[in-house]
Every structure is written in structure tokens, then in C-alpha cells.
């Protein structure tokens, strides 16, 4: 079975850190570009970072860059979200996703997050 | 920054209803856009990819239409599983992704 785990979720004072994990199995995890979104309570869906399948190359929504860090492990099937100087505003639920695109006959590069994880929630708050 | 703007906000329908749900980009994304849906308390659901494409197993009431900046997300005939909120997503600009702020559908 297709499946995305999240952990490493919990209640973190401002200024702190957290470290997400999402393992993977089920698919040949080093072939797919991977993502963390994240949901407020009660908000809509916010993309926060992306890593491409051999690491080499990451990107960050502004609200993030420099705080955040993600990162990939291939031979252990599993992504990771380093956070740190956490504030309020960070309080979400988090999803790792992953990314089934490819490069169309233009060279764009299409996008779907076709699988998800089922979310492990920080709570920054003191 | 593409902003994505989803109409309306909520809706209410009834079981058999045509469902019509608006996304409208801040500029010209060709089809590179997704729709998916969120049950309460569960994580998205990809339904169509590249503004049409119904994704694998997903029921064929649901589709997608439109390019450039206007697209619509149809449900032909609601059934009451499909109370959710929706979400449009672009990935014109990479590498930000951009959703809209969702529509939340309820039954009648």
C-alpha cells in the first residue's frame, strides 16, 4: 500500500524547534519530488517547501525561508521538516505530500500531489 | 506572487444538484491547475490534475474545465459523500504553489 507517515508533531514554545518526519512506503520514494503543506485550524491549505528526489535542489513559501529546513533521507524512505524559531502564526496542522509530475514535451515541469499524509499537528504557544 | 481566487466561499445544495465552483487566476496559468478535496479531519484528495485530467478512480461526476485564468469545477449530480471543501491549485509559477481559499460544500 501507497502510505505517508507523519511525526514529530507536538506543543512547542515560540522560539523553539521541531523536526517533522513523513516515512514512505509503498513506492520507490527516491523518484518523486516531495512536499510539506501545512493548515491552519479552521484555514485553508498553505504550501510550505519542496525538495526534488535526490535533494539537490529545495524551495520555501517566504513565510518559512530561513527558518525552515527540509531535507530527505532515499535510503531511509523518509522526508523531514526542520523547524526552527517557531512562532504562533506557525500552529498547523502539517502534510507531507507527494509529487507524481514530470516534465511535459515543453520541458514544463507539471505538478500534482497525488499522495497525502494524514497530518501531525504543531502547536506553538507558550 | 499568482493569486487564486475561488468563488464562492460556501454552498449549499441539494442530493442531484449540478454544483459549479470558480477559480479564477491573477494571471494567464495555462492548465496548470488542480482541484482536490478535503473531508473533515482527513487530508486533500487530489480529483482532476492539469485543469481536466479526472484523476484515477475518482467518480466521473466530478470535472474540470477552463485555461488561461477562468476554471470551473463541476459536480454533475451531488451525492451526499461529496460534502468536503474544495481547493483550487496553481503551478504555473514555480516553485510556489498557490491555493485557493476553498469553497465549503454542504447539503441542503
Known amino acids: 500500500e501507497v502510505q505517508l507517515v507523519e511525526s514529530g508533531g507536538g506543543l512547542v514554545q515560540p522560539g523553539g524547534s521541531l523536526r517533522l518526519s513523513c516515512a514512505a512506503s509503498g513506492f520507490t520514494f527516491s523518484s518523486y519530488w516531495m512536499h510539506w503543506v501545512r493548515q491552519a485550524p479552521g484555514k485553508g491549505l498553505v504550501w510550505v517547501s519542496r525538495i526534488n528526489s535526490d535533494g539537490s535542489s529545495t524551495s520555501y513559501a517566504d513565510s518559512v525561508k530561513g527558518r525552515f529546513t527540509i531535507s530527505r533521507d532515499n535510503a531511509k524512505n523518509t522526508l523531514y521538516l526542520q523547524m526552527n524559531s517557531l512562532r504562533a502564526e506557525d500552529t498547523a496542522v502539517y502534510y507531507c505530500a507527494r509529487d507524481r509530475g514530470y516534465y511535459d514535451s515543453s520541458g514544463y515541469y507539471t505538478s500534482a500531489f497525488d499522495i497525502w499524509g494524514q497530518g501531525t499537528m504543531v502547536t506553538v504557544s507558550s | 506572487d499568482i493569486q487564486m481566487t475561488q468563488s464562492p466561499s460556501s454552498l449549499s445544495a441539494s442530493v442531484g444538484d449540478r454544483v459549479t465552483i470558480t477559480c479564477q487566476a491573477s494571471?494567464?496559468?495555462?492548465?496548470?491547475l488542480n482541484w482536490y478535496q478535503q473531508k473533515p479531519g482527513k487530508a486533500p484528495k487530489l480529483l482532476i490534475y492539469?485543469?481536466?485530467n479526472l484523476e484515477t478512480g475518482v467518480p466521473s461526476r466530478f470535472s474540470g474545465s477552463g485555461s488561461g485564468t477562468d476554471f470551473t469545477f463541476t459536480i454533475s449530480s451531488l451525492q451526499p459523500e461529496d460534502i468536503a471543501t474544495y481547493y483550487c491549485q496553481q503551478y504555473d509559477n514555480l516553485p510556489s504553489y498557490t491555493f485557493g481559499q476553498g469553497t465549503k460544500l454542504e447539503i441542503k
Open positions: 494571471q494567464d496559468i495555462s492548465n496548470y
Open positions: 492539469d485543469a481536466s
